[in-house]
């Protein structure tokens, strides 16, 4: 079973951070994107920032300057440093991955994290 499994979400002042961590894991033999997205009430899912197999990083212009991502490829893994936090970062997050998962196919797939709630207060 593959799965996509968030931490590190939680509950800070505005100013301060948070670091998201998101870990795949099962059969997969690769993985291109790998990225983030949120979504708060009421709004549409936005992408936050994403990171390709070999470092080339993307951000929503609202994360610039103050969210990286990073991944390490030995593990599988992506994460999401956030500082600056602002009451309007608080959304769930989530995590997403381009991988190719299935015997016999060299076809990537799109799979997606549970997701975990960010809450920032003024």
């Known amino acids: 079973q593959v799965q996509l499994v968030e931490s590190g979400g939680g509950l800070v002042q505005a100013g301060g951070s948070l670091r998201l961590s998101c870990a795949a894991s099962g059969r997969i033999f690769s993985i291109n994107v790998m990225g983030w997205y949120r979504q708060a009430p009421g709004k549409q899912r936005e992408l936050v920032a994403a990171?390709?197999?070999?470092?080339?990083?993307n951000y929503a212009d609202s994360v610039k300057g103050r969210f990286t991502i990073s991944r390490d490829n030995a593990k599988n893994t992506v994460y999401l440093q956030m500082n600056s936090l602002k009451p309007e970062d608080t959304a769930v997050y989530f995590c997403?991955?381009?991988?190719?998962?299935?015997?016999?196919?060299?076809?990537?797939?799109?799979?997606w994290g549970q997701g975990t709630q960010v809450t920032v207060s003024s």
């Open positions: 990171i390709t197999s070999g470092g080339s990083t």
């Open positions: 997403n991955a381009d991988m190719m998962t299935r015997i016999g196919s060299t076809s990537y797939r799109d799979y």
